[in-house]
């Protein structure tokens, strides 16, 4: 059994694809006990204060702009919201901080090798950001320090693997 969707109409014919009401293409039947599925209707024009353009021209998109109404903003108290700075971007010199205590904290482990690379590295790219750019990044010091715990942490790992070495040769 098949059924259109739109006016529920159903028939009993499985040779009939289109409702003889309306056209819509027609649905299986379902036979289960859920509801049928509710169609609405299509949505409403909306922008009808702006200007019609004609089927066979296009309108300048300058034109329709021109002709539109500013729209009144909100204002938050204290003036316009182009006054609040955003914060400046910390971020790799954050993370080059915690790379370069975390290099420190697993020397022991040769992870002062990967760890304090990495720490030198960010630090580098957040610091020259800095200079670049003082107003969108900050935390110039922050890398500085990573740059020096991960650069420090990094040749006293490669000390420890050299006199490791050295001393399972010996022994």
Same mark, same amino acid.
């Given at each position: 059994?098949?059924?259109?969707?739109?006016?529920? +109409?159903?028939?009993?014919?499985?040779?009939?694809?289109?409702?003889?009401?309306?056209?819509?293409?027609? &649905?299986?039947?379902? #036979?289960? =006990?859920? $509801?049928?599925?509710?169609?609405?209707?299509?949505?409403?024009? #909306?922008?009808?204060?702006?200007?019609?353009? =004609?089927?066979?021209?296009? !309108?300048?998109?300058?034109?329709?702009?021109? #002709?539109?109404? $500013? +729209? +009144?903003?909100?204002?938050?108290?204290?003036?316009?919201?182009? +006054?609040? !700075?955003?914060?400046?971007?910390?971020?790799?010199?954050? %993370?080059?901080?915690?790379?370069?205590?975390?290099?420190?904290?697993? @020397?022991?482990?040769?992870?002062?090798?990967?760890?304090?690379?990495?720490?030198? @590295?960010? /630090?580098? @790219?957040?610091?020259?950001?800095? /200079?670049?750019?003082?107003?969108?990044?900050?935390? /110039?010091?922050?890398?500085?320090?990573?740059?020096?715990?991960?650069? &420090?942490? *990094?040749?006293? #790992?490669?000390?420890? *693997?050299?006199?490791? !070495?050295?001393? /399972?040769? %010996?022994?």
């Amino acid at each position: 059994m098949k059924h259109c969707p739109r006016c529920n +109409q159903r028939y009993e014919d499985e040779n009939l694809n289109f409702c003889l009401n309306d056209g819509e293409l027609l &649905v299986e039947f379902e #036979t289960s =006990d859920a $509801p049928p599925t509710l169609y609405m209707d299509s949505p409403r024009k #909306t922008k009808e204060n702006w200007p019609e353009v =004609d089927s066979g021209q296009q !309108a300048d998109n300058q034109q329709i702009y021109a #002709t539109r109404q $500013p +729209q +009144q903003m909100y204002q938050p108290p204290g003036g316009p919201a182009a +006054q609040y !700075a955003a914060g400046t971007d910390n971020s790799l010199p954050t %993370i080059s901080l915690v790379l370069g205590i975390t290099s420190w904290v697993l @020397i022991c482990c040769y992870l002062g090798i990967p760890l304090g690379a990495a720490a030198v @590295i960010t /630090g580098y @790219i957040g610091y020259s950001r800095t /200079g670049q750019n003082p107003e969108a990044y900050g935390g /110039g010091s922050m890398a500085i320090v990573g740059m020096v715990l991960g650069g &420090v942490s *990094f040749f006293l #790992t490669i000390l420890l *693997f050299i006199f490791g !070495a050295i001393g /399972g040769m %010996i022994g």
